[in-house]
């Protein structure tokens, strides 16, 4: 089946770091990305949205400059927040499809747990 | 764009007892349907999908959901519940379209007492 493998797992950076975050589809084309956030206690919201090529589409209040999204392959996306402070803690995960194979749904990571200290 | 309602914040159940979990989504085109589990500081497990065809959908840990068109609805079943089921349950929707991400529903607290 589909997987995707989502590095590292765990991290823990210093106020003002930056932190880069893997996704890739081990067995597939992932022509499409979406990140996601979580909250403790809250549900997944959406961050962004990338095609291999192209730029990130980001939903509002998502601030593009802070969280760079890169997806210049079709089997590699990364996540990097940039300057991050203690209110970017939080569990990333991503999640991804390949657009000619949709109905086999949407494929995640395992989720990478930051903590900004 | 797509929608998910989950009306039930917190659910206990006593061990052996069924369960539903109650999913509302809002999607103008036909909607891929999904429910996922996630235990505390752990990932999703997907616990089963609806693309098409039957309506009653079986999935792993003995979970099923059905696809009722008319009620907007997919709400997750399980005739016994086990301790271990105990978790946090996330509805979905997505579509076919490529570019379409999942929408998820709040959740829903499964607690499990003896």
């Known amino acids: 089946g589909a997987v995707v493998s989502q590095h590292p797992s765990r991290v823990i950076c210093k106020s003002g770091t930056s932190v880069k975050i893997e996704c890739r589809s081990l067995?597939?084309?992932?022509?499409?990305m979406f990140w996601y956030r979580q909250f403790p206690k809250q549900s997944l919201m959406l961050m962004a949205t990338?095609?291999?090529?192209?730029?990130?589409?980001?939903e509002q209040g998502v601030e593009k400059d802070k969280f760079l999204i890169n997806h210049a392959s079709l089997t590699l996306s990364t996540l990097t927040v940039t300057s991050a402070h203690p209110e970017d803690s939080s569990f990333y995960i991503c999640?991804?499809?390949?657009?000619?194979?949709?109905?086999?749904?949407?494929?995640f990571g395992s989720g990478t747990r930051l903590t900004v200290v | 764009a797509q929608s998910v309602t989950q009306p039930d914040i917190h659910i206990t159940v006593s061990e052996g007892a069924s369960l539903e979990l109650r999913c509302n989504y809002s999607y103008g085109a036909t909607p891929y349907l999904f429910w996922y589990v996630q235990s505390p500081g752990q990932g999703l497990q997907l616990l089963l999908k609806?693309?098409?065809?039957?309506?009653l959908v079986q999935g792993i840990k003995g979970f099923e959901a059905e696809f009722k068109r008319s009620q907007s609805s997919f709400n997750l079943r399980k005739p016994s519940v086990h301790w271990s089921d105990a978790a946090e349950y996330f509805c979905a929707v997505g579509a076919n379209s490529g570019n379409t991400p999942l929408v998820f529903g709040k959740g829903t607290r499964l607690s499990v007492i003896a």
């Open positions: 067995d597939f084309q992932a022509t499409t």
């Open positions: 999640s991804a499809r390949e657009v000619r194979r949709t109905r086999y749904g949407y494929t």
């Open positions: 990338s095609n291999e090529g192209s730029k990130a589409t980001y």
């Open positions: 609806y693309f098409s065809g039957d309506t």
